[in-house]
């Protein structure tokens, strides 16, 4: 009996572990992405239009200098993660937590793009905190 409570919890340790995994990719995607978000900013693109209706209102070239670190930064983190260490998983849920407040403020220059990365990051934080509990137990 002691042999299957072990085999059911290598199992389960090895989807766990996915999740931090999963979470990685995202995050590396999502930090392409920003990258890319950031350059297209930086440029001056035309594919950028803000509206007038909001609040908050900040200079697209300095927005773009801040998804372009930013998104260094959250690349860096999620190759970080493939390593499975303890420190990753909450630096990544801190950069991601970073990157959806960059993205929620870029909601007037790029809403769809905004939202879509802020999911991403919503999903990047949910799969790292749902990752490897047995690090996490004493």
């Given at each position: 009996?002691?042999?299957?409570?072990?085999a059911a919890n290598r199992s389960s340790?090895?989807?766990?572990?996915?999740?931090?995994?999963?979470?990685?990719?995202?995050?590396?995607?999502?930090?392409?992405?920003?990258?890319?978000?950031?350059?297209?900013?930086?440029?001056?693109?035309?594919?950028?239009?803000?509206?007038?209706?909001?609040?908050?209102?900040?200079?697209?070239?300095?927005?773009?200098?801040?998804?372009?670190?930013?998104?260094?930064?959250?690349?860096?983190?999620?190759?970080?993660?493939?390593?499975?260490?303890?420190?990753?998983?909450?630096?990544g849920v801190i950069?991601?937590?970073?990157?959806?407040?960059?993205?929620?403020?870029?909601?007037?220059?790029?809403?769809?793009?905004?939202?879509?990365?802020?999911?991403?990051?919503?999903?990047?934080?949910?799969?790292?905190?749902?990752?490897?509990?047995?690090?996490?137990?004493?």
């Amino acid at each position: 009996m002691a042999t299957h409570v072990g085999a059911a919890n290598r199992s389960s340790s090895g989807a766990v572990t996915g999740w931090t995994v999963f979470a990685a990719v995202l995050m590396v995607f999502g930090g392409f992405m920003a990258i890319l978000q950031g350059i297209s900013a930086i440029a001056k693109d035309e594919v950028f239009v803000t509206t007038t209706n909001y609040v908050f209102k900040f200079n697209l070239t300095g927005w773009g200098w801040v998804h372009l670190i930013l998104g260094i930064v959250v690349v860096l983190a999620g190759v970080a993660l493939f390593s499975g260490a303890l420190w990753a998983r909450v630096v990544g849920v801190i950069i991601a937590g970073l990157a959806m407040i960059a993205n929620f403020l870029w909601i007037p220059y790029y809403p769809f793009w905004a939202l879509t990365l802020i999911v991403v990051d919503a999903f990047v934080i949910w799969a790292l905190c749902t990752g490897n509990r047995d690090t996490l137990s004493p």
